[in-house]
């Protein structure tokens, strides 16, 4: 499953008008800043812009020829992944509440950790023009699993353990089959490659935002 580079959701909560060291709530205090100017729209547009500057990178990392026939069949089935190991790709973000100074996101993505997460807050409070800092983030889906297959702490037991990998096998070897063929071709990169030479170059996989 590791090879398969699967997706994983998020909701992530943020908080307009300040910036900590670690760009979490109970951080370091480092600036506060202003956001009445701050609107739905402007911050549905920065994700957009996102959005779009990461899927054009998970082409780029897929080693697909866009012109054939794989490429289009996997496009039409979603399945387009990187090959090999590469920096955080965001393949879906959207703002599911915003209600200043809070604002709450929902992000698929991949190869991902916390840290780039919060920081992804922190710069799209910079893009906006103002600061933001994360005060949650939630995994609500891992690859195939979702909360549905979560076991309560109760549930922390042989027994349940094992009947919810029985549970969850035959969906998982489904779900595998469906990605073998571009599991079977992946490549690596060549020695002395560097992994993240083609990625976004910050968390936003942009530069700037231009016209907000």
């Not at 739905?40 to 990461?54: N, T, W, Y």
């Not at 973000?93 to 993505?109: A, D, S, Y």
């Amino acid at each position: 499953m590791y090879h398969a580079h699967l997706t994983k959701d998020y909701t992530v909560r943020g908080l307009l008008g300040k910036a900590t060291d670690d760009f979490c709530e109970d951080g370091r205090l480092v600036e506060k800043t202003t956001y009445d100017h701050v609107t739905r729209e402007k911050l549905d547009r920065i994700l957009a812009v996102i959005q779009g500057s990461h899927q054009k990178a998970l082409v780029t990392y897929s080693n697909l020829d866009l012109q054939s026939q794989e490429a289009y069949e996997m496009a039409v089935r979603g399945v387009i992944r990187p090959m090999n190991k590469s920096p955080m790709l965001i393949t879906g973000i959207r703002c599911l509440r915003f209600t200043p100074p809070e604002f709450l996101l929902e992000v698929q993505c991949m190869h991902e950790t916390q840290q780039q997460l919060r920081k992804l807050v922190h710069e799209i409070g910079l893009e906006l023009k103002t600061t933001a800092v994360c005060t949650q983030v939630r995994r609500t889906r891992d690859g195939f699993f979702t909360l549905d297959d979560a076991l309560l702490r109760t549930q922390w037991n042989l027994n349940s353990i094992q009947d919810a990998i029985g549970a969850a096998a035959p969906r998982v070897a489904a779900e595998l089959e469906n990605l073998r063929p571009r599991l079977d071709t992946q490549e690596h990169p060549s020695p002395g490659q560097p992994w993240d030479s083609k990625g976004p170059r910050s968390t936003l996989g942009l530069e700037s935002c231009a016209g907000h």
